[in-house]
């Protein structure tokens, strides 16, 4: 069963615009929702995360918005650039246990 | 921020030969590690959850007995391909838990069984 979905799978964004990914769970009992940041041939690196007690969480340019009600939480990168393009994967932990979206392709075009 | 090593970054080796991959926390003791394994343009799959001074916990359908984790230190974990074979190909990344929830990653190990 996939703790959570993510979407899209892919994504291409000109240079300046705005980068959006979404990620929805079913679990209400997950209490931590970080974003990583993934290159090629690297480990994941965290880039920002979020507890359920707030709705916005912004560093820099990136930025998670969480909807608790509806069980969905997604990431902003306002003004993408090339070197943003990744592999991006929303997390979910509860128990001790990470589970991993799908993961998104970001190509950010110059 | 913390930083996790793995080691060795790549290797190469023959069907029925072992491998041994360290992970290493550099700057900080982690009591818990994860052992994780990605597929070319796949998500992490989550293979075990290494505790200092105790058995793994290991994930439904991974094979203990293939996959041998130790924690022998709050700032190594070793994660032992028995056997391997073409099939465990992968790319094997371990990351370790600062604090009650926040992972930091290795850098990866990439297997290729020939």
């Known amino acids: 069963q996939q703790q959570v979905k993510q979407s899209p799978q892919s994504l291409i964004v000109q240079k300046g615009g705005i980068s959006i990914i979404n990620c929805a769970y079913e679990n209400t009992a997950f209490d931590y929702f970080p974003w990583y940041q993934q290159f090629p041939g690297k480990g994941p690196a965290l880039l920002i995360a979020?507890?359920?007690?707030?709705s916005e969480k912004k560093e820099g340019r990136f930025t998670i918005s969480f909807n608790k009600s509806a069980k969905q939480f997604s990431l902003h990168i306002m003004d993408s650039q090339p070197g943003d393009s990744a592999t991006y994967f929303c997390s979910v932990y509860n128990f001790n246990k990470f589970y991993f979206g799908s993961g998104t392709k970001l190509n950010v075009k110059p | 921020g913390a930083v996790v090593s793995q080691h060795p970054s790549r290797v190469i080796c023959k069907s029925g030969t072992s491998v041994k991959i360290e992970c290493r926390s550099l700057d900080f003791q982690a009591t818990t590690m994860f052992w994780y394994r990605q597929f070319p343009k796949k998500s992490l799959m989550l293979m075990a959850t290494?505790?200092?001074?105790?058995?793994?916990?290991?994930e439904q359908g991974v094979e203990k007995d293939k996959f041998l984790i130790n924690h022998a230190s709050l700032t190594l974990s070793t994660l032992t391909v028995t056997s391997a074979h073409p099939e465990d190909s992968s790319f094997y990344i371990c990351?370790?838990?600062?604090?009650?929830?926040?992972?930091?990653f290795g850098p990866g190990t990439r297997l290729t069984v020939l």
């Open positions: 979020i507890r359920p007690d707030v």
């Open positions: 990351s370790a838990r600062v604090g009650e929830d926040t992972q930091y």
């Open positions: 290494s505790n200092e001074g105790s058995k793994a916990t290991y």
